[in-house]
Nanobody, 119 residues
């Protein structure tokens, strides 16, 4: 069983920063990619940033230049540094892992962490 535990969400002012963390634990043998998604009220879940096993990253256009995804491979942890936050960044942020566990290759999701950007 693979578990993803997110932390670091909360309230920030416009222009402020937050750092999200997601730690994977359990029987995970290989990770092909880790990512952050977000879902705002009334909207579909969307990809925010993704980092693959080679270290290559990609970002949603709306966060390029403001958000940075990084990882600690030794500890199966991924981070999302969010700077210059805007009210439209308000959403529940979900960690996602594509990897091989005891059930084979599949995607795993965290429980989500709320990010609210408001003055």
């Amino acid at each position: 069983q693979v578990q993803l535990v997110e932390s670091g969400g909360g309230l920030a002012q416009p222009g402020g920063s937050l750092r999200l963390s997601c730690a994977a634990s359990g029987s995970i043998f290989s990770i092909s990619a880790m990512a952050w998604y977000r879902q705002a009220p009334g909207k579909q879940r969307e990809l925010v940033a993704r980092i693959i096993s080679s270290g290559s990253t990609n970002y949603a256009d709306s966060v390029k230049g403001r958000f940075t995804i990084s990882r600690d491979s030794a500890n199966n942890t991924v981070f999302l540094q969010m700077n210059s936050l805007k009210p439209e960044d308000t959403a529940v942020y979900y960690c996602n892992l594509d990897g091989r566990g005891t059930a084979g290759w599949r995607g795993y999701w965290g429980q989500g962490t709320q990010v609210t950007v408001s003055s």
